[in-house]
């Protein structure tokens, strides 16, 4: 019974949904036949979009300036960890019995 009210729903829901989608389509048809469409803005005029611009402004107020990053903690860590990774190859060389 619960697969016959689910496919009943789907069934349903496919036709209101294209039922509105024709609705709509029709009043956008309607509206554009109408020649209410140049209501809008008026397109081709010289008006300056934007009259005074500044863009190295606009860019540091996006990109802010940041001081030089500092590495030389990474650096540090990055001797310690291949003196440490040589170390280790070397101990493990010598429990070996190779050196």
Same mark, same amino acid.
């Given at each position: 019974?619960?697969?016959?009210?689910? $496919? $009943?729903? %789907?069934? %349903?829901?496919?036709?209101?949904?294209? !039922?509105?989608?024709?609705?709509?389509?029709?009043? %956008?048809?309607? @509206?554009?036949?109408?020649?209410?469409? *140049?209501?809008?803005? /008026?397109?081709?005029? *010289?008006? /300056?979009? !934007?009259?005074?611009?500044?863009?190295d !402004?606009l860019? *540091?107020?996006?990109l802010p300036? @940041?001081? /030089?990053?500092?590495?030389?903690?990474?650096?540090?860590?990055?001797?310690?960890a291949?003196?440490?990774? *040589?170390?280790?190859?070397r101990?493990?060389?010598?429990?070996?019995?190779?050196l």
């Amino acid at each position: 019974m619960s697969l016959v009210k689910a $496919v $009943v729903g %789907l069934c %349903l829901g496919i036709a209101l949904f294209s !039922a509105f989608q024709a609705i709509g389509v029709r009043s %956008l048809q309607e @509206y554009l036949q109408s020649g209410n469409t *140049n209501a809008g803005l /008026p397109i081709g005029t *010289n008006a /300056p979009i !934007a009259t005074s611009f500044d863009a190295d !402004a606009l860019k *540091n107020a996006i990109l802010p300036k @940041y001081g /030089p990053i500092d590495t030389t903690e990474g650096q540090r860590l990055g001797v310690e960890a291949a003196a440490r990774r *040589n170390l280790t190859c070397r101990c493990q060389v010598a429990s070996a019995g190779k050196l």
